[in-house]
């Protein structure tokens, strides 16, 4: 747990475990034990990782499942893309990267290496931005992942701004856990730990500005890192580091081709935290707990509310609002100031929120803990699937998922679900046809500034295409689009039916809504996954 800040509530209003709210620390426990698992686990799991009673499981995921933070998914509780939005809190919060991620995509290309962006977090460090190489060998770290400082590249230069609590928390969790288990994104440690080997790494950063991982985390993997420091006070506010494979890099490799190279970026990088103007943040938010009310009244014991309003705390936060009061996190949730007080109290009991010397509060990078990193490399995809599978559910009807090939002659399907009838459409994924005549092909043909056939101007001004037996007979299909964040359209969904069974007044009057409502759920979860991530259409 971090150490108190003495200022921002007085001593006897502070995170004291008595005063925490107890649902709040249980449902934050079954997100960790979620996160920890990679995303999914059972009820009977939950139940074993966490000690808690069976039924108080249910509870906690009926809770979290209306709040798309998890799915229930057959047997299995399965983290959902909305409890990203707690994450996303804290990085907008912190800007570093929206300001610094396009720096480090482009060293990413001009390197064909991984370049992440790191931040302190106690005496371990996090991520909060990676571009990856997608190749066969590649570096699996995820947003969100904790390393332990001494087996990374980043964590020396860390450690050269820690004061003496700093290196006696470290010591006394390096103590307690030799083998690292309470990190799950690297391998255990085989050999006892050696302190004076990351004293001696400490030093040298000091001394050069710079740091090497030469197989500390396992091995074959190499990294090069270089802080990033404030404008305004010369610490560190992020390290960047460039992650290769001895096959590629060898350490002493790393230093002469690599590091001039992430120099130049570092320097860019700081830049644009000189030049950047302050944030301009929208209206605040309001009322995020409001909704809890209704569905309180609605489930009844199944729903617990201090859960549910203890969780919108953090995404009182953003772009623009690093730093809160309680009185303006009690008006963006909605909750009375002891509510909101107690929910505040709780989150830095757990280490969530930290208080600030002029009496406000910030989020800390451990919000990352709460499900950000399985779901941060995600795809389109896998995203669309549940979705896909309620929508052929609700309508007896198989439904897929595709996008345009490269040359744009083509549609590759990529996701879909059937349905249980004997008479049925069943196409694999990553089968291809014709898009021209696809109701999927037209509407991704459709979505284009050059000028169209009268045929797809149609299908761009009415948003949907409907294809009647044109493939084959007797098959009739109907399509929308899903769109990024930008607005751009990028894959299309659609329903397929036999000619018997619907007719074209039905598939435009019955199908449509389902489908487009179906396309905005999937394009909700896309627009919070793809905040602060790349998730592949494919």
Not at 94 to 105: F, T
Not at 320 to 327: N, P, V
Request: glycine share 6%; with cysteine; charged share 25%.
């Amino acid at each position: 747990m971090p150490a108190k800040s003495a200022t921002a509530l007085d001593a006897d209003t502070r995170a004291e475990a008595g005063e925490a709210v107890g649902p709040l620390l249980r449902g934050v426990g079954v997100l960790r034990r979620l996160t920890d698992a990679d995303g999914t686990l059972s009820p009977s799991a939950l139940e074993r990782a966490t000690g808690l009673a069976r039924s108080t499981v249910d509870r906690i995921t009926a809770t979290l499942s209306r709040m798309d933070y998890v799915r229930l998914d057959g047997r299995d509780v399965v983290l959902a893309p909305g409890v990203m939005e707690l994450g996303n809190a804290y990085l907008a919060a912190l800007r570093l990267p929206a300001l610094l991620g396009a720096h480090a995509d482009a060293l990413a290309d001009e390197l064909d290496e991984s370049v992440s962006l790191a931040v302190a977090d106690l005496d371990g460090i996090r991520f909060i931005h990676q571009a990856t190489r997608r190749r066969a060998l590649s570096v699996s770290f995820r947003i969100g992942d904790l390393l332990p400082a001494e087996r990374t590249a980043p964590g020396p230069l860390f450690a050269t701004e820690w004061a003496e609590p700093d290196w006696t928390r470290w010591r006394a969790r390096r103590a307690a856990d030799p083998t690292d288990a309470a990190f799950p994104a690297v391998p255990p440690r085989r050999l006892p730990a050696d302190d004076s080997a990351f004293l001696e790494r400490v030093e040298r950063a000091r001394r050069d500005g710079w740091a090497v991982d030469d197989q500390l985390i396992e091995p074959g993997l190499v990294a090069v890192s270089v802080p990033v420091r404030h404008p305004d006070t010369g610490r560190l506010a992020c390290v960047a580091s460039v992650v290769s494979h001895t096959s590629r890099h060898s350490a002493a490799d790393l230093r002469t081709s690599l590091l001039p190279r992430l120099r130049t970026a570092v320097a860019a990088m700081e830049s644009e935290l000189r030049t950047a103007p302050p944030p301009e943040p929208g209206p605040p938010p309001s009322g995020l707990a409001t909704w809890t009310t209704a569905s309180k009244h609605e489930l009844g014991r199944d729903f617990v509310e201090s859960l549910a309003r203890g969780l919108t705390v953090p995404a009182a936060f953003g772009e623009g609002r690093s730093a809160l009061s309680l009185s303006e996190v009690a008006r963006a949730t909605g909750l009375a100031r002891a509510t909101a007080r107690r929910a505040l109290l709780t989150h830095e009991h757990l280490g969530l929120v930290r208080a600030l010397p002029d009496r406000t509060f910030a989020l800390t990078p451990r919000v990352l803990d709460l499900g950000f990193p399985p779901l941060s490399r995600t795809t389109l995809p896998r995203l669309a699937e549940p979705h896909l599978r309620a929508l052929a559910d609700r309508l007896h009807e198989p439904t897929a998922l595709a996008v345009l090939t490269p040359d744009g002659t083509e549609i590759q399907y990529t996701a879909g679900a059937g349905a249980s009838r004997v008479l049925t459409v069943h196409i694999t994924v990553g089968a291809r046809l014709p898009a021209a005549e696809t109701s999927l092909g037209r509407v991704l043909l459709a979505d284009t500034n050059r000028p169209l056939p009268p045929a797809l101007s149609e299908v761009h001004a009415q948003g949907y295409a409907l294809v009647d037996e044109e493939l084959e007979s007797g098959l009739r299909s109907i399509a929308v689009p899903l769109r990024d964040r930008s607005g751009r359209t990028i894959a299309a969904l659609n329903i397929a039916t036999h000619a018997a069974r619907r007719t074209l007044e039905d598939c435009v009057h019955d199908v449509l809504p389902a489908l487009r409502t179906t396309a905005a759920h999937i394009e909700s979860d896309l627009h919070t996954a793809s905040r602060f991530t790349h998730i592949p259409a494919s």
